[in-house]
Each structure stands twice: as C-alpha cells, then as structure tokens.
C-alpha cells in the first residue's frame, strides 16, 4: 500500500507541514496534485495567469521529485472523481494534505474523508499555510476577534520560536514513492492557453527594512509581491515570518498577520465571502450603473489614480495596497456599485487573489467588514494622489495621456456630489 500526499495550495517539497507528516508515515508517498474541473471550469480566461503559473509550479515539482526517483501524478477531473480514480488504481493505506480554510474547499475536503472513510482510509490534513489558524489566536473567552489589534497582540504572545521552525522534509526523500514518469496532461488539455504575463521573484529580505517608508508610493518598488507566493505556498510562511520576526522592524511582520486575521474571520464567519460582516450593509441602495462599472473597470474614469490602478490590475495582475483601498472605494461609495462587483472584478484579474482577503479589503473599503473604516470616511481620489504620488510617476506610468487635457477624459461622477450622496445612502440603510 502507499500514503498520498495531495497537493493543493501549498506547491513545494520542503518545509511543507502535511508531506513532511506524509513521509514520515509508514508507507512510501506518492504525491498527487488535480485539476480541479469545478475550479477550473469558473474561470473566465482562457489563458489565466494563475493557472499558468500552476501548470509551470508542477512541472517544476516533478523534475524535483524525479531527482529523488519519483513523478507527481496530475489528474484532471472533478476532486470526487479523481478520488474515485486513484482508488481504483492503487492500494491506498492513508492520505494527507494541508487544510485549506475557504468554504469549498472545506466542503470538498469533507466530501473525499468521507469517500476515504468507507474504504477505512485515514485522511490526515496539517496547518500549513498560517503560523496560527482557526482557533489558535481567539480572546479569553474563546471567541474569535473582529479586529485586528487586540488579534495581533495575541498573535505575538502566543507565538515561540516552535511555531516559526521549518519542516525539515528534504531528510525524508527516499520515502517518496519510486515510479516512473506520469505524464501531466498540457494546458491544452485542460482548456487553457499560456498567460504571457510575467510572474514576480521571490525576493523579500532586502525590502523589510525600510518597508515602513516606501510601503504607501506606488511608483516605489517598497513592498514584496510575495502575495502569489503564498497563495499557491511556493513560499513557506514560517519562513517568511521567522526572517521578518528577526527584524526589530515589524510592520511587514503585521502585514502577513493581517493575512492570518482574514484566513481567521473567513473559517469563523464563511457567509463573509458573499455578504456584509455587519448585515445592515447589505441593505444598501446600491445604484449598479453598468456603464460606471466598466468605466471602472478599464481604468476610464477620469480620475487618475483610480484609472492608473486599473490599468496596473489589467495589464500586470497586480495592484499596489494604497491604489487597491482608493480605487475600492471610489467603486463602493463614489459610484455607488456593490463591492460584491469589484470583489469578483479583482478576483478574475489578481495573481495574488485569495478570497479571504480579498472579501476582507473590499468589506474594510466599502465600511461593511469586521474591522473597517467607518463608512463617513471617504477617500478622495485626488487628495490621496497628492499624498501618495506627488510627483505624478505612477500616473505617467499607467495614465500617460493625463499629461494632455485634451485627451483625458473628464470625471465621470463629481466627487463632492458623490460623497454626500453616499453618505446619504448609508445612512439610510445604517438607520433602519
Ligand atoms: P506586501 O506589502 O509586501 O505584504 C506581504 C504580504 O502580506 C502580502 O503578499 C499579503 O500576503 C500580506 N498582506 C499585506 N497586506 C495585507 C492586507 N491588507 N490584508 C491581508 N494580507 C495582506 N491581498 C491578497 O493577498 N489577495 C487579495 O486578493 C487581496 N485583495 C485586496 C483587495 C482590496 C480591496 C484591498 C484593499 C486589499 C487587498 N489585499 C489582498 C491586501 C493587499 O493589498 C495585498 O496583500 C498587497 O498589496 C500585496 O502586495 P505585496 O505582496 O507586495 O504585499
């Protein structure tokens, strides 16, 4: 019989919680990873970047495996079929992976345990992708927190230098199934095409230091575009943590915490992916103007900062933090459009996209989250430019004919009247 490791959101052989555990098991380890047809089939572009970026992680992750004798098995299939597959194929003894927190993914898991367990197969599932998880970091009475600073506090009293140790899994390599090549089936195959979009470096060490003072310029190169990293765990978190931990600096430490908060409040309150934290917000006006919303979403709005931060989105998959507050709420209160619209919109074009927090920094931007901003407080697109891009470098950037008035397209909605009219809005809905 063999253990297999199922590999999911966490595409690396070392320092990897559930297939260290795996290897460590009394069988030899094949490790699997599917295509998950449910997931796939949702995505909307052919050549989407992130499945690209999987198919090449993979590939990456067999010839590793066949340096130590062995091949990953890609199976392309929904995860109860493909888990019928490889029942029938091998003679499995246990099965182990890494939790994944979101509510298909929990659901998914649950349906393969209870698969596995009628053939009295034991599904062994690891913390991986956090340093604390679900109910590892809740108040004394051990409820869970909705805002983040006393969750941070308690975060770094609960931590010891234990929970920040990498896996030391390279140790335990022989243990890996021997096999001969298994062919991964071609993107082709799966109904996809080679995104051309280039994916960021792992590189964060050098950044740390002086992350406080670059982190809020966009035209900076201040902050790490790890987020794809992590996403898809080609990084490990504990390594992550422990090199940041080591700097007396913490604020890009408090930056992956505010990733554990959302993870958290995600696991506790699921219905957050869809709805308002505080359900008065669901009862909004919203106006929806369809011809805003793709205004918006191709950067044509006549304010520069929000086009110049569309058009970073549309044509990197990326978008720095500052523009990703301003230009959420100028779609959530200056145009009045349900965040739920941005909240998808980003989810369709982000490298980085993890729904936890994404729904967590559209709820904070749209003032319907756990931990938000009030709704009053409404960021006005042209004195955050003044602020944060002052010599106008990312604008020329991304927004090159802002140069000429002429060519600029004037603002679509006037700022002074939308922000009263927002808080009109809210207030009615709020004081219901
Ligand atoms: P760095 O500044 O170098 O931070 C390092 C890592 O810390 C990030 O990669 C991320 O994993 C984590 N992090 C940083 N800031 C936050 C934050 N505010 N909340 C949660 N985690 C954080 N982040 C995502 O990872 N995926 C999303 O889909 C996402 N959607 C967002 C939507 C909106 C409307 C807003 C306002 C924020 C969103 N964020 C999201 C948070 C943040 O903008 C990104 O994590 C950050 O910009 C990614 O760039 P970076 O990797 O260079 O981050």
């Given at each position: 019989p063999v ?15 559930g297939?260290y555990?795996?290897?460590?098991g009394?069988?030899?380890v ?8 449910e ?7 052919k050549d989407d970047?992130?499945?690209t ?5 993979i590939t ?10 062995s ?30 927190y ?8 649950d349906t ?10 034991l599904?062994h599932t690891f ?10 970091v ?5 409820k869970?927190?909705?805002v983040?600073t006393?969750?941070n ?5 609960k ?13 335990y390599f022989d243990?890996?199934f ?9 993107l082709k195959d ?7 979009l280039n ?10 230091a002086?992350?406080p ?18 996403r898809?765990g080609?990084v490990?978190i ?16 408090n ?10 409040i995600l696991?506790h309150?699921p219905?957050t ?6 359900p008065a917000?669901?009862?909004?006006n919203?106006v929806n103007?369809e ?22 989105l ?12 301003v ?7 200056d145009?009045?459009?349900d965040?739920?619209?941005g909240?998808?919109y980003?989810?369709r074009?982000?490298l980085d ?5 994404n ?6 931007s ?6 938000a901003?009030?709704?009053?407080r ?10 944060f891009?002052?010599?106008?470098k ?20 006037d ?7 927002c ?8 004081s219901v």
């Amino acid at each position: 019989p063999v253990s297999i490791f199922w590999f999911r959101r966490d595409l690396r052989l070392d320092d990897n919680a559930g297939l260290y555990h795996a290897l460590k098991g009394p069988n030899k380890v094949l490790p699997v990873f599917i295509f998950d047809k449910e997931i796939l089939d949702q995505l909307e572009d052919k050549d989407d970047a992130r499945v690209t970026f999987i198919y090449e992680t993979i590939t990456a992750l067999d010839k590793q495996l066949q340096e130590n004798g062995s091949s990953l098995l890609v199976l392309y299939d929904t995860a109860e079929n493909a888990w019928a597959q490889l029942l029938r194929e091998y003679q499995i003894a246990n099965v182990y992976t890494n939790h994944d927190y979101e509510p298909y993914a929990k659901k998914r898991d649950d349906t393969i345990q209870a698969l596995l367990k009628k053939q009295e197969i034991l599904f062994h599932t690891f913390k991986d992708q956090v340093i604390f998880e679900k109910d590892e970091v809740v108040k004394d009475d051990g409820k869970p927190y909705t805002v983040y600073t006393p969750y941070n506090r308690k975060w770094y009293q609960k931590l010891t230098p234990f929970y920040l140790k990498a896996y030391p899994n390279s140790k335990y390599f022989d243990n890996f199934f021997k096999t001969e090549l298994l062919q991964i089936p071609a993107l082709k195959d799966l109904g996809f095409e080679k995104s051309t979009l280039n994916f960021p470096a792992i590189h964060y060490k050098e950044l740390i230091a002086t992350y406080p003072e670059k982190r809020d310029f966009p035209a900076v190169e201040g902050t790490s575009h790890i987020g794809l990293h992590l996403r898809f765990g080609t990084v490990s978190i504990r390594e992550l943590a422990r090199t940041a931990y080591e700097f007396k600096e913490k604020t890009w430490l408090n930056e992956l915490i505010w990733r554990e908060f959302y993870m958290m409040i995600l696991y506790h309150f699921p219905h957050t992916a869809t709805k308002s934290f505080k359900p008065a917000f669901d009862r909004i006006n919203w106006v929806n103007d369809e011809k805003h919303f793709e205004a918006w979403c191709k950067g044509e709005t006549g304010y520069p900062l929000v086009d110049a931060g569309m058009r970073e989105l549309n044509s990197t998959g990326y978008m720095h933090n500052r523009v990703r507050m301003v230009v959420a709420s100028f779609l959530s209160k200056d145009l009045l459009i349900d965040w739920r619209w941005g909240e998808r919109y980003f989810a369709r074009k982000l490298l980085d996209y993890e729904l936890a927090s994404n729904a967590g920094g559209w709820q904070w931007s749209a003032g319907s989250g756990t931990d938000a901003a009030p709704y009053f407080r409404i960021f006005s697109p042209d004195s955050q430019l003044k602020k944060f891009d002052p010599q106008l470098k990312y604008i020329k950037k991304w927004v090159p004919e802002y140069a000429d008035f002429s060519r600029y397209p004037k603002p679509i909605v006037d700022h002074a009247f939308a922000r009263e009219r927002c808080l009109k809005v809210f207030k009615e809905a709020l004081s219901v």
